[in-house]
């Protein structure tokens, strides 16, 4: 055997074994989720969300949307957090230097006024030009600010608020009428909780009435559909089963809820990464394991919220890029946890399993897939070897895309029929057949451009939500920019 | 939120799959790892492979069947069940009435669960006799079997459903539950048991039940906001476990800053005196309760001032903000003159808080406002009073265009 059909034959090696590992891994922590999520469906029943509200025990929440250029979907976003189910909220909008007609929108729709404000400028961020309050919903406060990026209009948002407890929620979504009340709930229920993400789901081909996600269908692009299944299996088993562990290490940008001090702490959302919402929860878990501080970070698949997901190739594309580069560069800055004791299972597995199966991950497979590939081709490796493995990871990947879809037939607002949950089925099989190598690549060669580009937004074209209260609309999310 | 049944068995049906997988995959790892590959071993590891195909495709059927399974037949079983509970909403509403006899024997699920709707939903003698409905039955003894034994899930919805029915009689099971080692069971039973108590009208019992749930509390040290959860769903009976709660021997600081804190809340004015002590209280959170309990309240005793005028210069920011909150209590010219200077604090909170006591003063308050926003010496003072001011301002435009 030559030099090079030896380096081919241990890359299949380790690849194979990659693969293997990855697979029993993936497994245990859908298992773990699972489980997580039957006890949780358990934990809070409606009879303790009405004393909560009935009984005046619940922490008052700030709600930050930071948007920049959402003049599409930014009145019907805040017209659902405004008319939320909660005792005791404010809304936040942080237009960051938007250049469109966000403010105009907002100035119209909710009748605001400029109004000279004192606040904590206890984060420092790009200047707040003006503060409007509106003259119709008393807790909304909208504020304009020169552009400085997501992280820093959240900032800017945080400084603003008022209540203990702030949630950013992403202008481009709607939250479920109780969402606020069921994330809350672990706030009340453990002094020591810090931070808590809820479950994203995607919003395209659902029935939007009044602000809320009334009614779902499946939409009618496939790649639409494929994140479906991508997102039930991120949030139901991922992380759901790290959360169970104590080891979360991400809470979505789009909807968590963050105690004030905690983040102040640590110095807020930095700026300087695509991927803010990470690094700040690596950073709460720091800190709080530095100060020896008792702290939990948890998710919890009861509160939802629904995202507008891309529906063409390029955004999407341009998304997971920015998302990818956004984990290395937060893997990187937190380099001192990996496979460091001081932070327990955090530092010892979780991190380690992020570098290995997340950040370097799409390396591994495309350089692996590749090197089967070739191997295959020059009769290094049996053909059939080859395409056995290749089915394997397929029908893997399917069983985890419907495990998480049995998961979300459990959810009382699921997709309600039965070829609904057979477009699913096939979903998750084409997702495999194509696209999560096409992400994968893209992921890949996102891998080679990290460091480039911060402090953007990220720009991805939106139909919008629809904001008449009625009569029932679709988003149809087809015509985007 | 969630259908509550068919997950465990979906569960179990996941094990099996991922077991499935997982043993050839294990297998496929080991022989890898032993050297096996190229051309001599490709028949070896294809065969392995083949397995692992096959056990893979095995896992996808049993799982994609379930859930086409479920999706299809729980649409149709929560059709008939809600059909059949409403038929038995209706059915022991007769009952109550006396248009309809009462059923014989045990009764079905949907029965149980309209019964304990009704329970909800009925307040007075007919609540009661739906309680007694419910133990005739023998739901109540079912239930309180289901909460003691059984899997996780199994257990939390029997104890929600005997804490929907807050059936005395099942009171010291759900206290025993507080025992329990799994903290969710623990915590699940104590609200329950809150609520049940909530319905104790003999005072002995109500006594004795606040005792056993309070000690169960100490004894499994719940967190801060599961007590005060507890204290507040105690309703009228919230007296006898505070009393429990604030005289055990060495009671934790959570458990007394969350019966202060429920004091507070319910507006309990016979507990005013008890919470004197705990202003001074070594613990800061403690303390900051028993500010928060007083502004709550609504009382100050002439004896205390000295300790909230002192608080007001506390080193902890929330000791003073919630101190600048109680100030509002001190007699008016003190109270003007303390907020006033508060006004100045270091911290923006405080300085928010000290407004907003201001606020509430009422006109005195206000003018007080008005000349601490002209003349303060402190520029952050001076901002913040006119904050205050342009908020009440905004609050009355906003109450004209409303």
Known sequence: ???????????????????????????????????????????????????LMERDVFKPVSIIVPA?????????????????HYPKFEVIVISDGSTDGTMDRLIEAFALVEEPRVWARTLSTEPVTRVMRSLRDPGLIVAEKANGGKADAVNAGINLARYPLVAPVDSDCLLDAQAILRATRNFVKDDSMIAVGGTVRPLNGATVVGGRATALRMPRRWIERLQIVEYARAFFLGRAGWSRMGALLII?????????DAVIKVGGFWTETLGEDMELVMRLHKEFARSGLPYRIVFSPDPICWTEVPSDLPTLLRQRSRWHRGLLTNLWRHRDMLCNPRFGRLGMFAVPFFWLFEGLGPVIEVVGFTSLLVSAALGILDMQVFWLFLGLAVLHGMVLSQVAAGVEAMLLQRYPSTSDRLILFA???????????????????????????????????????PSEPSPPSQVAASSRR | MWRRYGDVTFAVIFSVAISLEAIPLGYLTWRLAAGIFGSSGGARLGSVLLGAVGSTTAALLLVTSYVLAYQHVSARHELDRAQRRQQWVARWLGVLSGAAAEPAGSLETEAVEALLALRETLRGSESARVAELLERHGAVVELERSAEHGSVSGRLDAIVALSNARIPSALMTLVNGVYDSNQLISVASARAAARTLARVDDLFDRDRGASALARAMETQELPYGIVEEVVVLAEESATSLIAVLLQHERPRAPTVRAAIDGIGRLKLLIFAEEVVPFLTHADDEVRGAALRAVSRLGFLSEASHGVVIAALADEVDFIRIHAATAARLLPPTQALSLLSDRLGDRSWWVRRAAADALVGLGPAGLAQLGRAAREHADRFARDMAEQALRDQISNLVRAVVA
């Not at chain 1, 920049?68 to 939320?84: D, G, Q, W």
């Not at chain 1, 194509?434 to 992921?443: D, N, P």
Request: aromatic share 12%; net charge positive.
């Open chain 1, 252 to 260: 979505s940008g789009a909807f968590g809820i963050f105690r004030r």
């Open chain 1, 68 to 84: 920049f250029n959402e003049e599409r979907s930014i009145v019907a976003a805040v017209r659902s957090f405004v008319t939320l």
């Open chain 1, 427 to 465: 979903a998750s099989l084409v997702e495999f057949l194509g696209f999560h190598q096409l992400v994968a690549v893209e992921r890949f060669l996102a891998t080679f451009q990290t460091g480039a580009r911060r402090r953007r937004w990220g720009a991805m074209t939106r139909t919008g939500i």
């Open chain 1, 1 to 51: 055997m030559s030099m090079f059909e030896a380096v081919l034959a241990a890359l299949g090696v380790v690849t194979i074994v990659y693969f293997a590992v990855l697979s029993l891994l993936y497994g245990a922590f859908a298992l773990i989720g699972l489980r997580a999520v039957i006890l949780e469906s358990r934990q809070t029943s409606d009879t303790e969300l009405r004393d």
